[in-house]
């Protein structure tokens, strides 16, 4: 997305209407005013009552509408990041994520499996990588493949099959992703040429074997007859939506299949993309002429899967910051004003004995209590804000006191902020010179 013509004038023109409807009103007034009457107000203290309470109603509004900002962004920055440390199943970082193209290389799908052998042994050979795999599918990616298992002794009803995830990797890999093996095995290279294996999750094997080892189990793929002896358990993992809970998964020897994956896994010690130029030379050194497609890293992959929730987190923060700064700016105007329409009033209290300090705490007690008044018109707001917000994300929570407390204890201490100097100006005002002062 990027700004237009439309947009800059769109907001132009929004910018000027505001000015002119909030320029009406006092300009109305002073074109209706006689100068005796203005020499008049001059020298009154204070404004009239309506004034009064019309300028401290839209400052308090100023401060609810800010504090329901930000109570809204932080509301959304403790969500995206709840997503972002959730238990995934797997560890993204320093992960590294290379996919070859070999569609256009010449090479048949049954030549790739050698060739591919030979790229991770070069690649885990690089200094800094850990470990190294490849896999169909990479967590978070956008793509998936499911299809119906039927359990070798357990036969079930058409209505109640279900699809499960499949995911060919190789060996290695739950290693390289940081998933843990419950159970069993992992898979090997000597795998290759033998009966054909495979490893299930958590939660395909609570679905089909309950609270019984699947170990030793043979299940078949829809409409491949040809059975799979499970030799692992793995932990569950997400790979298709980060706010789903994680389904039931088989993985498959990605070096037992005709069709050998393209997509590399690499575990770095370093920074992922520190290790990238290296890891790409070392790939095209292997002079198998496959194209690099594509470079990344996992934490990468995961940020574009949870892009709607970064975009809100994003503008919302920054909606709540330039919210909170025209709020701090117009309570310091207001305040200000009102200590320069009160100097005489102050001058007369402090030559009866008001101290400084007491002058300073009246003028910060006034910007206190409009503080309160703007965050009791915030509270509705923001949960009106959220309210909306949960349509787009339903699994934002509907309600967070930290967030109400964040954002009304930041708009404390700049309402504070912001009427420090006009307090300490006021306490520094001279009370001859103030009474005199017109």
């Not at 440390?85 to 799908?109: E, I, M």
Request: glycine share 8%; charged share 15%.
């Amino acid at each position: 997305m990027a700004p237009d013509a439309h947009v800059v004038l769109f907001t132009a023109g929004a910018a000027l209407v505001a000015a002119i409807l909030f320029g009406l009103a006092p300009a109305a007034t002073a074109r209706a005013t006689s100068p005796a009457v203005w020499l008049h107000e001059i020298a009154r203290v204070g404004r009239t009552r309506f004034g009064r309470v019309f300028g401290n109603a839209l400052v308090a509004t100023q401060i609810g509408l800010s504090m329901a900002l930000l109570s809204a962004a932080a509301l959304f920055a403790h969500y995206l990041a709840g997503l972002r440390t959730s238990d995934l199943g797997f560890h993204p970082d320093h992960v590294l994520l290379v996919r070859l193209d070999p569609a256009h290389s010449g090479y048949k799908p049954g030549q790739l499996a050698p060739l591919y052998t030979q790229v991770l042994r070069r690649v885990e050979s690089v200094p800094g990588v850990r470990s190294a795999a490849l896999s169909s599918v990479t967590p978070l990616s956008g793509a998936a493949a499911s299809r119906f298992v039927n359990v070798e002794g357990r036969p079930q009803r058409a209505e109640d099959r279900r699809y499960v995830s499949v995911n060919g990797v190789s060996p290695r890999y739950f290693e390289t992703l940081g998933t843990p093996l419950l159970e069993g095995r992992d898979f090997a290279f000597e795998d290759a040429g033998r009966p054909r294996v495979a490893i299930v999750n958590r939660a395909f094997s609570r679905r089909y074997f309950e609270d019984e080892s699947p170990i030793g189990r043979r299940i078949s793929l829809d409409p491949d007859p040809q059975l799979y002896e499970i030799v692992g358990l793995a932990g569950n993992a997400k790979y298709s939506d980060v706010h789903e809970a994680p389904p039931a998964t088989v993985y498959l020897n990605a070096f037992q299949s005709s069709q050998t994956p393209s997509q590399f896994e690499i575990s770095t010690a370093v920074a992922p993309e520190a290790l990238a130029p290296e890891i790409q030379r070392t790939i095209r050194d292997t002079r198998t002429g496959i194209p690099i497609a594509r470079v990344t890293t996992l934490p990468a992959q995961i940020d574009a899967a949870i892009v709607p929730e970064r975009i809100i987190a994003v503008l919302s923060g920054g909606f709540g910051a330039m919210g909170a700064i025209l709020a701090g700016l117009g309570l310091y105007a207001l305040i200000a004003y009102s200590v320069a329409r009160r100097v005489n009033e102050i001058g007369v209290r402090m030559a009866l004995g008001a101290t400084r300090g007491r002058v300073a705490a009246m003028v910060m007690r006034d910007a206190f209590r409009l503080v309160c008044f703007g965050i009791a018109i915030g509270l509705p707001m923001a949960w009106g804000m959220v309210r909306i917000a949960t349509r787009f994300i339903p699994a934002l929570p509907v309600w967070s006191p930290a967030a109400v407390v964040f954002g009304a204890g930041s708009l404390a201490g700049i309402a504070l902020a912001a009427a420090f100097t006009p307090a300490r100006r006021a306490a520094r005002i001279d009370p001859m010179q103030a009474i005199r002062h017109e």
